[in-house]
Each structure stands twice: as C-alpha cells, then as structure tokens.
C-alpha cells in the first residue's frame, strides 16, 4: 500500500498516529461525472460525453469497491461499451501491478506496469492514494472519477442508450430512503470492517467492532420483515451491502478480527447474500482467490507471513428461501 507525493511513488501504510489509532478513509480526489449530454454535472465544471467505446474501468477483482462497478456494469449489459482492466490481487511495494495472471489482464490500453502510472498519466504531479476503481476517459487520456458511489450512478444511468434501459438501480422514487440506509451501512459496516481491521489501538478497534456488530443486527432485523432493503425491489443498497457481505466470512472474520459473529450465523442476512449472489451475471463477478489473495498476502502489517488460510468452506450457491417474504 502507498500512494503518490508530487507524482513520485511512496511505499507507505496508513498513518494512525494522529487519529489515535482509528483509521480514516481518504476521499476520493477525481470527482467529474460522465452525462448524457456531455455537459458538466451539477457542482463538476468538466464534462464527459456518454458515448460506447469511450471509457475504460480499472478494477480489482478483490476490492469491494471496484466489486460494486461490475456488477453495475453486468447488470446494466455494459460489457460491450465499457471495457476493462483488472490489476493482479497481489498489492507490494508497488502498489496496484499489472502483472498478466491468475485472472488479471494487465494494462489493455497501455501496457504499463503499475496502476500509479495511470494517476500519473492524467496528472503528473498528483499527490494522494492509487485507488480502484478508475473511471478512464480514452478520448481525452485522463481519469473522470475514482469514487465508486459515484461510479455506479454513472453507469446505473448515462450509457441507457446502448445498455439495458429496463434496469433502474436508483429510482427517483426510492432515492432518498436509498441514501438514508447507505448512510447507515458505508461507515458502520463498507468502511467499519476497514476501521477495526486497519486499527493500531483497542479502543479504536472495540469501537469499530461495536458499531458493525450492532448494524449488522439492525440490517438482520429489517431482512426479517422484508426481501430488500429498500423497497420491493433490488436497488443500489443492496449491491453497496453485498460486496461487504460476500468477503465477510471469507476475510473479514479473521484478517480483520470481525469475528463476533459470521454472515452464516445471521439466517436473514446469509440468505439474502445467497439471493443476490444468485441474480443472473453476479457471481461471474465474485472471485475468491483475488479476494483471499489480496487481503491476506498483501497486508504485510496485519499479516506478517502473507499465508492465505485454506477456509472456511462457503457456497453461496445454496439454496436460500428470501421468496417467503412478501416483496416491500
């Protein structure tokens, strides 16, 4: 892990000292937005003309976040008009690479070695983390956004044209309860299996582990009395929760010491991981050896000897029985 000073590489951790062991999320810095007319969206002065063919995503098949822009992209049947480069899971000295194997592409478009490279290249002097996902302007060679959340309102929108127009994942109608239970489930449970994996004091990781904890109990309460968590119908929510869902037992439970409970040990929650792992397209895009790979032989300061553990056993292609509830 490490980021860009002035557009030089820097092999560097997370500094908690000043947070008092608590790890604190960076923002994302690229935050222009792809439209269908080309004009700049509200509060961005650049714009970005949706168009097939343009734009390009890096990804990593480890990443939650990166997991949310596929599933958008293979909901939506934007696989012919948004290409993609997948960057090995293993993240060292360098960073994000473009090492050729174990299911990575490498750099399609460039051929280059290392994701920071791509920072540099839309901006020579940048100064901050190499993050996935990359929303990539082919047109004018540079980097649109790197914010997920924002990503995938892009594309749950702008490339209707040319994708599946039938498929709404942020219905007006929905928006703002949308937001209220993203509100909720980003910093307690997205971010919060980061905060107490990534923490340097007990304090820091015992407030973490509470407020996951309790968040998932709530969400395991709400899934008792309906199939989503919004509405009748799968909707932006429910992919920002499954990608965490979907590396909890594998990782989050012992690498980050979010072993309170397992996803498996919540029956609404577990069955509901099922039902969305199962939507057609969706586990093309769910890939455990980048996953175990990644956070258990990359984070070289939660664990020193980078052994990937063998287990636990998961198949999430079991039967789950979320049709007893009623839709809403």
Request: glycine fraction near 8%; charged fraction near 25%.
């Amino acid at each position: 892990m490490g980021l860009l000073v002035d557009g030089k590489w820097q092999d560097r951790w997370y500094d908690t000292k000043e947070s008092g062991g608590r790890f604190v999320r960076g923002q994302s810095q690229w935050r222009d937005w792809v439209t269908v007319d080309g004009k700049p969206a509200e509060g961005r002065t650049r714009g970005f003309k949706a168009e097939p063919g343009r734009y390009h995503l890096y990804v990593s098949l480890a990443c939650p976040w990166a997991h949310r822009t596929l599933i958008f992209r293979k909901l939506k049947k934007l696989e012919d008009v948004i290409s993609v480069s997948v960057v090995h899971y293993h993240m060292g000295e360098n960073g994000w690479t473009f090492l050729a194997e174990e299911g990575a592409t490498g750099d399609t478009l460039y051929g280059l070695e290392f994701l920071h490279q791509i920072y540099t290249k839309a901006d020579p002097a940048y100064s901050g983390r190499v993050t996935v996902p990359v929303l990539w302007d082919k047109k004018e060679q540079t980097i649109v956004n790197n914010e997920s959340s924002e990503i995938i309102r892009m594309l749950n929108s702008a490339f209707d044209e040319w994708g599946d127009a039938g498929i709404d994942l942020y219905p007006e109608a929905l928006r703002a309860d949308i937001d209220v239970i993203n509100a909720v489930v980003y910093p307690a449970i997205n971010n919060g299996v980061y905060r107490a994996g990534f923490a340097t004091t007990q304090e820091a990781y015992e407030e973490a582990f509470g407020e996951l904890f309790s968040t998932l109990d709530r969400i395991e309460e709400t899934l008792s009395r309906q199939r989503y968590l919004v509405g009748d119908r799968i909707t932006e929510a429910d992919w920002r929760l499954f990608t965490t869902l979907a590396r909890f037992d594998p990782v989050y439970v012992g690498h980050f010491k979010c072993n309170l409970r397992r996803i498996a040990d919540y029956p609404n929650l577990s069955n509901y991981l099922r039902e969305l792992y199962q939507v057609p397209g969706v586990a093309e895009t769910v890939n455990l050896l980048h996953i175990k790979g990644h956070y258990y032989g990359s984070h070289k300061t939660i664990n020193p000897t980078g052994i990937v553990p063998v287990g636990p056993e998961v198949d999430y292609t079991a039967p789950h029985d979320r049709a007893r509830l009623l839709a809403g």
